[in-house]
């Protein structure tokens, strides 16, 4: 098989990147290896990431306009929403929604399995595993979406990102109104817990996905526990699966005519773990420097747009996540107005003015000092 470009994975950078590509008329081969995968997250994403990317609301989702944060202390803030919503979406249906928009724009979708990479020689040389059948594909580049256990990566012998591990679940006798950000050091330290509506939950019934994220996998269960108690949930109503948030850091963005993107390049906003999103950007700009026949192009569009960002959340997850009083001290300073407005332009409203960023760091300063 020849083809422009491969892509490999067809999570939302994958897809996302596919479709791009094909809209700009360069022929693409999207191979995914399992078209009936559910990533096990939460599935929240802001309404203006959609309205962003052209992305319709074909699927099922569950529209939220509160969050909520639950304080070590059990206190309790909710934060309206203003100028958006959350959706939750339900990621098999969603990520089938992506794939089918690539296909709608000319990209060709395979089910199949990213086995190595034979020759970078010229062309990229890549094998696949179609119905179990080896195949290989030639291609003049290569993007790279197939996750934080990344097969490309590993087979050009980059190392894979750190992760923080963490197990999920769904739970029919839980219900909510809002995304809830759980602290506490007892059951999610350096991180948080979450309860979040389900998408096809309908009203504010219908059930949740709680989960909680760690540093340690081993550790997984022991935690999770400890939050399903507090929440009062019977560990029998659970079926806990687990699965890496990689751990973000400036690069790799590409190796040689190979582009990393999505969680295979760790992109995933540090402090609040917000990944689909970010994902879908860094497919939609991997995919501009490959139309442009400049690779450098990919991470001057990526640090351009989100390396301040990515580097204030580092640092304010190392300043109130790292013991239950930072958490404390978070869950006073997002009381404020104030406060909760420079977030929602930021986060809920991606607004990319270098003013709303400097805005909020300066906000964080002065309640920091």
């Known amino acids: 098989m020849r083809t422009q470009v491969l892509v490999v994975g067809g999570g939302p950078a994958g897809a996302t990147a596919a479709r791009r590509l094909a809209a700009s008329g360069i022929e693409v081969v999207l191979v995914e290896r399992d078209l009936c995968h559910r990533k096990p997250c939460g599935g929240g994403i802001a309404s203006s990431a959609l309205e962003e990317l052209g992305i319709p609301r074909k699927t099922p989702l569950r529209v939220v306009n509160t969050i909520r944060f639950v304080s070590p202390s059990s206190r309790v803030l909710d934060i309206p929403l203003k100028g958006g919503e959350i959706l939750v979406v339900d990621r098999k249906a969603f990520d089938s929604l992506l794939r089918s928009l690539a296909r709608s724009a000319g990209a060709e979708v395979l089910e199949a399995e990213f086995s190595g990479l034979l020759s970078r020689e010229k062309r990229l040389k890549s094998r696949v595993l179609i119905n179990g059948k080896p195949e290989v594909v030639e291609s003049d580049y290569l993007i790279a979406a197939d996750g934080v256990n990344s097969r490309v990566r590993s087979a050009l012998g980059i190392k894979l990102p750190g992760y923080v591990f963490t197990l999920s679940s769904s ?160 869950f006073d300073i997002f009381g404020r107005p104030e406060v909760q407005e420079a977030s929602m332009r930021l986060w809920l409203r991606k607004d990319a003015s270098r003013g709303s960023l400097l805005s909020y760091i300066n906000l964080f300063r002065k309640f920091l000092h």
């Open 171 to 330: 739970v029919d006798s839980l219900s909510s109104d809002a995304c809830e950000f759980w602290f506490g050091s007892e059951h999610a330290p350096s991180s948080y817990s979450w309860v979040f509506p389900r998408a096809d939950g309908g009203g504010s019934t219908g059930g949740c996905s709680v989960g909680t994220g760690i540093s340690a996998g081993r550790d997984a269960r022991l935690f999770f526990g400890r939050f399903l108690k507090r929440l009062n949930i019977s560990p029998q109503e659970v079926n806990a699966r687990g699965y890496k948030v990689p751990l973000w850091k400036n690069g790799p963005y590409n190796e040689g005519k190979i582009l990393f993107a999505g969680d295979a390049a760790a992109q995933v906003m540090p402090f609040t773990y917000e990944g689909i999103y970010y994902a879908m950007k860094s497919g939609e700009f991997a995919a501009e420097a490959v139309i442009s026949n400049r690779l450098s192009l990919y991470g001057k569009l990526w640090r351009r747009r989100f390396l301040s960002r990515f580097r204030l959340m580092r640092t304010l997850e190392g300043v109130f996540l790292r013991n239950d009083s930072g958490a404390e001290k978070l």
